[in-house]
């Protein structure tokens, strides 16, 4: 996994609450056996005018101009602004791969559904909760700035603003100890191995039939 | 103190680890596995040189893109006539092979949608930690097992592991009491539950069901509530053990039997919150009040009762609320103050993890049958959640009862509920879904959605509207 420590992008808008992992990446997608490659279909129903295909050739696909992201002022973009409940629905984690393939490490909105919330920390991506009213002025200034960037700076956890003002939020410290570090977090969790199986052991005893049937 | 929840003692059954930094590692007792969200996590052992930490902990089933259509689904995994949707399947039979994990492949009986199968089999019990790549996951929790879905980085780690870390969650309790209407499901319960918190009502909880309404529900009802779960914003869903429960699981293949049995329900009869349990948040909502729930817009919490009419965006103050609907209304092609009963479905799709259950197909047969499918009509699908669902309706004779009136009768599989195989909307087409989600898109390109309960669904295919099936 990437590493997360600062942070300097520009923002881009994904304005409207509810926004399902569905949205961020259509099913048709999920079909892939790999995990890269999920950026050109970010967004796939929004950003295109026609039904996306796996394997197929974005670059010849009829863009929707009306789409936020495909404004030209939004191009390389790294910080989604986004709105309530960002994630909801289901709990591919496809949606934080195309997010993060298509250039986004970090999302800032009010409130997400847990499971993407989750999903995000285990792929390089931070997902930041700020105030709803924050987050308001944050869309407002973006809209009123071309060229809006943001830094946000994990240790600290501050976002910055372009006056200077910082904003910090709350994140889970096992979880930004592995960001911060880029860490395997199935390595760290073999570490408790000896737990894991005095645990397994006195469990067996107790419930005998969980184990051993299935085979 | 105050007494422990159900999801209080759950946890703490599973506990192997806590750490100062408030996470714990939880130990999991069932990871059930299919094929979309595997094959990273199965990359992922590969690369790194791991290998499963208990292979007998897994139970593994194609699903999402299996073919329903019988002649296409005959032929097994090689007939799968797109290449991408073969790959996933033949892919999973690999993994499971190459990982040494039992799996239910494409044509046997018990293959089916990988939350009907997990009960039915008994491969899911009660007091189990079961997880699964698929946010339905939560489906399991009616039996009294913390049960949840997780991404596919979770999906290796709990492969590796046996173990996820965890955050402990809060404590719903989501209240029914009083009966149910006739006519009135556990669906049409889930989404007036949804309607009142709204999709994310449930964020950050573990949510149980209580009150007589549940305890009356059959196991099918239960697992249609806590299913929906997820679609309220809670990862889990849960209800008590109780003697439904028991005689539910008696006698299922995976399931304890003869003294094990004694032993297993002796501990299983904890499985309750004691009374004097906390809850964060508790909703109460009378059965009698909850009348049959349709969907009218891009998320299930825009529902309302089948007698009420689409809602009218000028009139709302909250501004995200309205933009959402007034996006929701143009999406869905329907006009403010329209009745529900004047939206015409094109489609209709019975089926999905939701409801393709036993009771479900006997509910929708009960509507349709000596009946037939109004000509406006396109097409009214009917898949069983598995292969022994399949069989048990065709006992009773319920495949011909759809066949009659006009139905189609499938091979089991999440089919439409997502369209990842051959059936889905066309653009701008109204589907009466017995599925869990009418996001855009989700059921086909431009397709819309309308989640109702099997009984609902059916009689919209005979009317050729939503009707009250109270009155049917």
Same mark, same amino acid.
């Given at each position: ?35 890269? #490659? ?37 191009? #390389? ?38 499971? @993407? ?31 809006? /960037? *943001? ?53 067996? /005893?107790?419930?005998?039939? *969980?184990?051993? +049937?299935?085979? | ?65 299996? !073919? ?33 994990? +039992? ?15 997990? !009960? ?34 979770? +999906? ?9 870390? /965890? ?83 008696? #006698?299922?293949?995976?399931? !304890? ?53 689409? !809602? ?69 699908? +009917? ?42 909307? #066309? ?11 009418? @996001? ?33």
């Amino acid at each position: 996994m990437k590493s997360f420590t600062v942070l300097q992008g520009l923002a881009a808008p994904m304005d409207r609450a509810n926004v399902d992992t569905d949205l961020i990446i259509p099913k048709q997608f999920l079909k892939s056996i790999k995990r890269s #490659g999920f950026g050109p279909n970010l967004f796939d129903e929004l950003r295109y005018l026609d039904e996306g295909q796996p394997g197929q050739d974005c670059g010849t696909r009829p863009l929707n101009r009306d789409f936020p992201l495909n404004y030209p002022r939004y191009q #390389g973009a790294s910080i989604l602004l986004a709105r309530e409940n960002f994630g909801c629905g289901s709990s591919r984690e496809h949606a934080p791969w195309a997010l993060e393939d298509y250039g986004f490490r970090c999302i800032i909105a009010p409130s997400y559904a847990d499971i @993407f919330y989750n999903n995000c920390f285990k792929n390089g991506v931070l997902p930041i909760v700020l105030d709803a009213q924050l987050v308001d002025t944050l869309f407002e200034a973006m809209y009123a700035s071309e060229g809006y /960037q *943001l830094t946000v700076d994990l240790e600290r956890q501050v976002v910055v603003t372009p006056d200077g003002k910082e904003h910090t939020f709350e994140v889970d410290a096992f979880r930004k100890h592995c960001l911060l570090n880029g860490l395997d977090d199935i390595g760290l969790t073999l570490e408790s191995a000896d737990a894991i199986r005095a645990y397994e052991s006195k469990w067996r /005893q107790q419930s005998p039939w *969980l184990f051993d +049937v299935i085979k | 103190m105050g007494g422990k929840t159900l999801y209080d003692k759950l946890w703490q059954n599973h506990l192997v680890d806590e750490r100062d930094d408030g996470s714990a590692l939880i130990y999991i007792d069932r990871q059930l596995i299919h094929e979309v969200t595997s094959p990273q996590a199965f990359e992922g052992l590969r690369l790194a040189g791991r290998e499963p930490w208990r292979r007998d902990a897994n139970l593994a089933v194609p699903d999402h893109n299996v !073919p329903t259509e019988v002649r296409e689904r005959r032929g097994g995994v090689a007939a799968i006539a797109d290449p991408v949707s073969r790959l996933q399947v033949q892919t999973l039979d690999d993994n499971c092979r190459d990982f040494d994990i +039992v799996e239910i492949e494409i044509n046997d009986t018990r293959q089916g949608i990988v939350h009907v199968v997990g !009960p039915e089999q008994g491969a899911t019990l009660p007091g189990m930690t079961v997880v699964c790549g698929d946010s339905h996951t939560s489906t399991h929790g009616a039996l009294g097992a913390l049960a949840h879905g997780i991404g596919t980085s979770e +999906v290796e780690h709990a492969l590796a592991t046996q173990c996820l870390v /965890q955050v402990k969650m809060k404590n719903m309790l989501v209240r029914i009491d009083g009966e149910l209407q006739k006519g009135v499901t556990a669906k049409d319960v889930a989404l007036a539950v949804i309607g009142e918190i709204g999709t994310a009502g449930g964020t950050g909880y573990a949510i149980e069901f209580g009150g007589e309404a549940v305890r009356n529900m059959s196991m099918e009802g239960r697992m249609t509530l806590c299913n929906m779960s997820i679609e309220a914003g809670a990862r889990m869903g849960m209800v008590a053990v109780d003697d439904t429960t028991l005689e539910y699981v008696k #006698g299922r293949p995976y399931a !304890p039997a003869g003294d094990m049995w004694e032993q297993a329900v002796a501990a299983w009869r904890d499985l309750h919150s004691d009374d004097d349990a906390v809850f964060d948040r508790e909703l109460e909502l009378r059965g009698e009040d909850i009348k049959p729930q349709v969907t009218w817009g891009t998320s299930p919490e825009m529902v309302l009762p089948v007698d009420g009419v689409v !809602p009218d965006p000028a009139g709302m103050e909250n501004e995200s609320r309205r933009a959402a609907t007034e996006r929701a209304l143009e999406y869905m092609g329907l006009s403010a103050g329209m009745s529900i009963t004047d939206i015409r479905p094109d489609r209709v799709f019975i089926g999905s993890c939701t409801n393709s259950r036993i009771e479900d197909l006997r509910a929708a047969a009960e509507v349709v049958k000596g009946r037939h499918v109004a000509d406006s009509i396109k097409q009214a699908l +009917v898949v069983p959640g598995s292969g022994e669902v399949k069989q048990q309706a065709e006992v009773e004779g319920l495949d011909k009862v759809f066949i009659d009136a006009g139905m189609e009768w499938r091979e089991p599989g999440c089919s439409m509920c997502l369209a990842m195989n051959a059936d889905k909307l #066309g653009p701008g087409e109204h589907c009466a879904s017995t599925s869990n989600r009418n @996001f855009e898109g989700r059921q086909g390109f431009g397709g819309r959605t309308h989640l109702v309960s099997p009984a609902m669904a059916a009689a919209a295919a005979v009317a050729g509207h939503f009707v009250d099936v109270r009155d049917w």
